[in-house]
């Protein structure tokens, strides 16, 4: 069986990939080791659930109402497992029967089961039982295998006292009911998001990370006000803390013991201490396509490996990893491999965010990274709560700051935390992707009210400091 280009792994970066390289003419398959299951991680167990369960605890907890009339407010009844899962399930088959449909609409054809690379031009696929069921040759071959969680050997995860990020929510776990009290190991951003999920069900929650700060790469006053929240959750925070075991004990109960002697028990223990990519059952090795001392795989800025004609996009090369960058790179990296013509890309522009109770959204620089590369610059802030909508929503935690340049006034960077940040960040993505300034914000009419009018609040507070 011959192709134009065969990708492998059908998440965000397979997806885009093998559709941009169907909408140009060309045969294209894709290969995912999951059983008759599009969509990778992000559909299965990352992204789409754990979205959907923050919304979900968001809407069944009523938080916002009980901002607004405080204790006394209800959440209409108790939250079980049932509750949440359901909703899931809905929303991963809405979702999967949105890409199968787009795949056949266009033309992909699909094989499931493990993929290996004979050699740079073809690819053994088998199934579980290790048995051949094809052998398909392409002149262009896409990696986009994503990644699974770091399993340490000296951790038995059991799927009903000790997790990882993939199966707390998944089919394969044993739990019957929503625990009382949860340590998160990890505190990245699934660790976090997750955290600040469970805390605002009730659950008695306990974050733990061996770093010694929290979302170093973040602005840090962003940080300050999610440290400041999460205690307000009463999440228990323990930076600087490497364990020494995890366990699960005959009581029912799990135990984190860290290297300084304390240890800590709860019903649930999550690890999320990082995620390794999936490249092992490729045997790379055995054409030359390169890796770092991490496993991830090398690409150069067309997403190109050592070898010409591969290819390789998303989690699995590494930073940013995130479901809408892995999408964007999938497509470059089909538009590359067919030599086609780039119109716009530029990476320093895709926005970011963290879906934490509050959520963080950002793009560009930092003010720690301006200040280490000696850049000059100002900032605009506004305080969600001078922001009318604040008020209105019952939820006035949170702010928007921008970074400028104090001559030119050019965006350096926009940094937000609260209600609708990952939402809002578009509008800063699209003034800096146009090479607008400060005025922008500020010559320009937003809805009122409205969180996006946190803009202009924050654009006159920049413009007084000019």
């Not at 054809?109 to 051949?132: F, M, P």
């Not at 925070?237 to 002697?261: C, F, H, Q, V, W």
Request: with cysteine; glycine share 8%.
């Amino acid at each position: 069986m011959k192709y134009d280009i065969i990708v492998i792994g059908s998440g965000p970066a397979g997806q885009k990939a093998a559709i941009q390289s169907a909408k140009e003419g060309k045969k294209t398959l894709v290969i995912d080791r999951r059983d008759h299951k599009l969509g990778g991680v992000s559909l299965h167990s990352g992204t789409i659930p754990s979205k959907t369960l923050r919304e979900s605890v968001l809407y069944l907890k009523g938080l916002k109402r009980k901002k607004i009339y405080g204790k006394s407010s209800r959440s209409g009844k108790r939250i079980v497992l049932s509750d949440l899962l359901e909703r899931v399930e809905i929303i991963l088959s809405y979702e999967l029967q949105i890409i199968e449909e787009q795949f056949k609409r266009n033309g992909v054809d699909v094989i499931y089961g493990q993929a290996s690379l004979l050699n740079n031009k073809t690819v053994i696929i088998k199934d579980r039982n290790n048995e051949l069921i094809s052998e398909v040759k392409a002149n262009k071959i896409i990696i986009a295998t994503g990644t699974i969680p770091r399993h340490p050997d000296n951790i038995k995860f059991d799927h009903e006292i000790i997790f990882d990020s993939n199966f707390i929510f998944s089919t394969k776990s044993k739990l019957k009911e929503l625990p009382k009290s949860l340590i998160v190991y990890g505190a990245g951003v699934i660790g976090s998001e997750y955290a600040g999920m469970f805390a605002a069900l009730g659950c008695d929650v306990r974050l733990i990370d061996d770093h010694k700060f929290l979302f170093p790469f973040l602005d840090q006053e962003i940080v300050e006000i999610l440290i400041k929240t999460f205690k307000e959750y009463g999440i228990k925070i323990s930076m600087e803390s490497p364990y020494e075991a995890i366990e699960a004990l005959k009581n029912g109960k799990g135990r984190i013991t860290l290297k300084d002697g304390k240890y800590y028990e709860a019903d649930v223990i999550l690890f999320s201490k990082g995620r390794l990519p999936c490249v092992d059952p490729l045997k790379l090795d055995k054409i030359g396509v390169q890796t770092s001392d991490r496993n991830l795989i090398k690409t150069n800025d067309k997403y190109q490996t050592s070898v010409e004609n591969i290819y390789a996009c998303g989690d699995v090369i590494g930073y940013p990893a995130l479901a809408s960058t892995s999408a964007e790179q999938g497509r470059i990296a089909s538009c590359n491999a067919l030599d086609l013509p780039i119109k716009h890309h530029a990476p320093e522009l895709f926005p970011a965010a963290i879906y934490t109770i509050p959520e963080i959204s950002y793009i560009g620089k930092t003010e720690e990274q301006l200040i280490k590369e000696n850049i000059p610059y100002k900032t605009g802030i506004a305080y969600f709560h001078e922001v009318a909508k604040s008020a209105i929503a019952g939820d006035d935690t949170g702010m928007l700051k921008i970074l400028f340049d104090p001559v030119s006034t050019s965006i350096l960077g926009i940094h937000i935390i609260g209600e609708q940040a990952a939402e809002i960040i578009h509008i800063g993505q699209m003034v800096m992707a146009l090479n607008g300034k400060l005025d922008s914000f500020i010559h320009n009419v937003f809805n009122y009210p409205t969180w996006a009018e946190a803009y202009k609040v924050a654009a006159l507070n920049g413009i007084n400091k000019t």
